[in-house]
């Protein structure tokens, strides 16, 4: 956990946007381009894929990045590596402290097994990121949902092997800052889930801030 | 110690030695159990699995974690794919702990830890790498480097402490061998390579070996099925997948 403030101006950034919870976002960030996101009102998991611009076969590798860092969890100096061993983004500012990167996304099918049978009908990440990619990332599609990043996300490991969703570590205001050092895109859920605390039971708006740097 | 289950041996399908630096795939039929055994001690298994009847349905790592709690794959722990469905499932293990969220070994890395190790120079002895091999076995069946996601690491183990620091932990114990059931019609792709954060220098993959056995579908008291509420739901959704 290594907490580190920002000294960026939001009044200079070149880009600013609300992301609703339960809404799909993405955007291509050019190499150098420094993004923020803002947890607005607390303890809101924003499920989070980075593709190599120009090739989304390379993409985020959530195993890579634990591997060669050595570390579960995400924080100020994590470097996001891809599949192909690339360096897609650098966290360079946290007043989270720890974000996940195990923990995935959830489906309807998965809800079902977690919760009830009957949750199937309850709106969830997966499907944000299809809608995404059926109707803005034509080039991609369900092969490219891999592993995501849960910014603002709390889910401890234990020695042992245990794994568990706790309450968030995050509040209002608290925000994740990355450089992208290629051309990647950026594929956002705000997450809808309501059947564990990653939300903290109520699903809130994230700010995506973007800086030419 | 768990039972050993496999004394009947007209049970048996097939049995296939896995040298070091081999891969391997077979569509497992519902209800088969394939047991792979570190035969030397120090074998580290690959595994990636998928639904063979429609391969974009796959083993989902956080899925399986999340569900059932665990950082790590152990006896009774069922891998779930991405439709909520059970793909396989741990029927007998005597290792403890398998992991499934550090990945594997490329090409680059081989080459920077082990060094060039070519077929011109060594033949079949050659320094085979992990994502080399899941991708020529993934080819066979139309599959890429798109449906490449977190694999399993059979017979690893890399622990995190408190603060989330991992550590690799030597566990490598002759005759040690895990069983997988598979609990749909399920393409499983190995590969007998280095797990990257194994310290030791040199390359030297040991030899794995592979028992096939016929088997039924997971019962209402399966000991896998019944291990967690999140696996009774699971394996009720992939019975009615084939109902």
Request: glycine content about 6%; proline content about 4%; aromatic content about 8%.
């Amino acid at each position: 956990m290594t907490l580190k403030e920002s000294k960026r101006d939001i009044a200079k950034a070149s880009y600013d946007h609300v992301i609703e919870s339960g809404r799909a976002f993405s955007r291509t960030l050019t190499k150098g381009q420094v993004l923020r996101i803002v947890d607005l009102e607390g303890n809101q998991a924003v499920d989070t894929l980075f593709y190599n611009a120009k090739d989304a076969s390379d993409r985020y590798s959530a195993v890579d990045t634990i591997r060669e860092q050595k570390s579960l969890y995400l924080t100020t100096g994590s470097v996001l590596l891809s599949t192909e061993g690339n360096r897609l983004l650098t966290i360079i500012a946290d007043t989270c402290g720890r974000h996940d990167t195990v923990g995935g996304a959830c489906a309807a099918e998965s809800n079902q097994v977690r919760y009830a049978l009957d949750k199937k009908y309850m709106h969830n990440c997966r499907d944000s990121f299809l809608l995404e990619i059926q109707t803005r990332l034509s080039h991609m599609s369900i092969r490219d949902i891999t592993h995501n990043i849960n910014f603002f996300m709390n889910v401890p490991v234990t020695p042992d092997g245990k794994l568990t969703f706790e309450d968030g570590i995050s509040a209002p205001g608290r925000y994740v800052e990355l450089i992208a050092e290629m051309d990647v895109t950026v594929l956002i859920s705000n997450c809808p889930q309501l059947n564990n605390p990653c939300n903290g039971y109520n699903p809130t708006p994230v700010r995506f801030v973007v800086w030419d740097n | 110690m768990p039972k050993d289950t496999t004394k009947d041996a007209s049970a048996v399908l097939l049995t296939e030695t896995l040298r070091g630096g081999q891969m391997w795939s077979r569509v497992l039929r519902r209800g088969q159990v394939l047991r792979v055994t570190d035969t030397e001690g120090g074998a580290q298994v690959a595994a990636l699995f998928f639904n063979a009847e429609r391969p974009l349905e796959r083993y989902n790592m956080p899925d399986t974690l999340k569900a059932q709690h665990i950082a790590r794959l152990a006896r009774h722990d069922s891998l779930f794919s991405d439709m909520g469905h059970v793909l396989a499932s741990i029927v007998d293990d005597t290792v403890g702990w398998h992991d499934t969220i550090t990945g594997h070994l490329t090409a680059d890395a081989s080459r920077a830890k082990y060094g060039e190790g070519s077929y011109q120079k060594l033949r079949n002895d050659f320094f085979r790498n992990t994502r080399d091999n899941l991708l020529i076995e993934l080819g066979k069946y139309g599959l890429g480097k798109r449906d490449l996601h977190a694999n399993v690491n059979l017979f690893v183990k890399v622990a995190a402490d408190a603060g989330g620091a991992l550590a690799f932990v030597p566990q490598a114990r002759a005759g040690a061998y895990v069983e997988l059931r598979a609990d749909m019609n399920t393409l499983i792709v190995l590969s007998n390579t280095p797990h990257p954060l194994d310290p030791s220098p040199s390359y030297a993959p040991k030899a794995a070996e592979l028992e096939l056995r016929s088997g039924a579908p997971a019962g209402p008291g399966d000991a896998c099925r019944v291990a967690t509420d999140e696996s009774r739901r699971a394996f009720a959704l992939t019975d009615a997948y084939f109902a």
